[in-house]
């Protein structure tokens, strides 16, 4: 009995129109999309394909292959040959041609990839302001995206610990999972583990966040290049080239580390849907006020709990003026329908 194609793969690599894939028993191939799929636009780091061998590839192209089939005679040998870590996929030998492209769940621009389901967001510590309101920013864009944010909050050796807890606690506070991590000390490693456990996830923050470190630190054999940083402008220098996506121990999800860009396009909210992306503000109860957006309403819920505590005011603070930029995009939606970059979050 051959094997029955076309076969479900996920795209781990993007090159020059080429795709590193791995095929459900584990396999890992190169593969070439076919040109009707070329001409419909580029492949994206996480796409789930479906591919057959490129010794089936002619038959497809002429429009005869429909569902499954049989493996012809004389398929190459699975390419057991590239082990991981440090595999260098031979981009010359195309073992597969790609089919089709199954409808992307998410697809994020910055990074590019599609169909991961939470985001970690790294920043380093100490964090100030400006780290905390990048934070909440983007736990923002992630849940309007309908992707989990997580958050890690690395480099922990260089924080006191109290100013480091003030920050975890907050976070978790707020409703969102927090790792606190410093590959120096090795603190924090279980729990990072524990939150990429079983998810696709895409890696966020500012060039010189650490996240290169965190991906070598739970693949061991993985020596991905990190950046020292920059004694002139004391950044981060970019050394993170591509997307692709690695492979956590134990089969148990996977990482996508990314060319180091800050954020996400700043999409346009409804000022009304902001404060769902706010989990506390909804655990703090209901307002009196339909459509309350918690700036002056009376018997406000949510202010009353920023009053007593309950509520951050630091994350109360980044509501208003989230809601303010909200509000001025909401109201020119039509005028300029794309999505403007914020300057604050080009690091790259
Ligand atoms: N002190 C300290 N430095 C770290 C830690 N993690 C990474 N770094 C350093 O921070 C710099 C940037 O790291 P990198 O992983 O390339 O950051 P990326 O740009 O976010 O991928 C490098 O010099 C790392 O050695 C950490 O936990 N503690
Ligand atoms: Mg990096
Ligand atoms: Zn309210």
Request: glycine share 10%; proline share 8%; hydrophobic share 40%.
């Amino acid at each position: 009995m051959g094997e029955a194609f076309p076969r479900p793969a996920l795209v781990l690599r993007c090159l020059g129109g080429f795709a590193y894939i791995q095929l459900e028993d584990g396999r890992r191939a190169v593969a070439r999309p076919l040109g009707r799929l070329r001409r419909q636009g580029r492949l994206v780091v996480g796409d789930r394909v479906q591919v057959i061998p490129v010794t089936m590839q002619g038959r497809d192209e002429q429009g005869q292959s429909g569902g499954t089939e049989e493996a012809i005679a004389g398929l190459p040998p699975a390419s057991t040959a590239h082990a991981w870590p440090g595999e260098a996929p031979d981009w010359s030998r195309v073992e597969y041609a790609i089919c089709e492209v199954e409808p992307r769940q998410h697809q994020l621009e910055r990074p590019l990839v599609a169909n991961i389901d939470q985001v970690l967001l790294v920043h380093p510590l100490p964090l100030d302001e400006a780290g905390a309101k990048w934070i909440d920013r983007l736990t923002v864009i992630a849940q309007q995206r309908e992707v989990r944010p997580v958050i890690t909050l690395s480099k922990a050796d260089l924080a006191t610990p109290a100013e480091t807890s003030r920050w975890a606690k907050l976070y978790a506070e707020a409703g969102f999972p927090v790792a606190v991590t410093s590959v120096r000390s090795g603190q924090g490693a279980a729990e990072l583990y524990q939150l990429l456990k079983g998810h696709i996830t895409a890696l966020a923050g500012p060039s010189g966040a650490g996240k290169t470190s965190l991906v070598n630190w739970l693949i061991p054999g993985l020596h991905l290049p990190t950046g020292e940083l920059s004694r002139r402008t004391g950044r981060g220098r970019q050394t993170t080239r591509e997307a692709q996506l690695l492979p956590l121990p134990g089969g148990s999800g996977w990482i996508a580390d990314t060319p180091g860009f800050g954020a996400l396009p700043v999409p346009i909210i409804d000022p009304y849907e902001l404060a769902r992306y706010f989990p506390e503000f909804g655990a703090a109860g209901s307002c009196p006020y339909p459509g309350c957006l918690h700036v002056r309403e009376p018997a406000c819920t949510v202010r009353a709990a920023v009053a007593s505590g309950r509520v951050a005011s630091v994350r109360y603070q980044h509501y208003l003026e989230l809601l303010g930029q909200a509000q001025e995009r909401w109201a020119h939606r039509f005028t300029h329908p794309r999505s403007s970059r914020n300057k604050e979050d080009g690091d790259a």
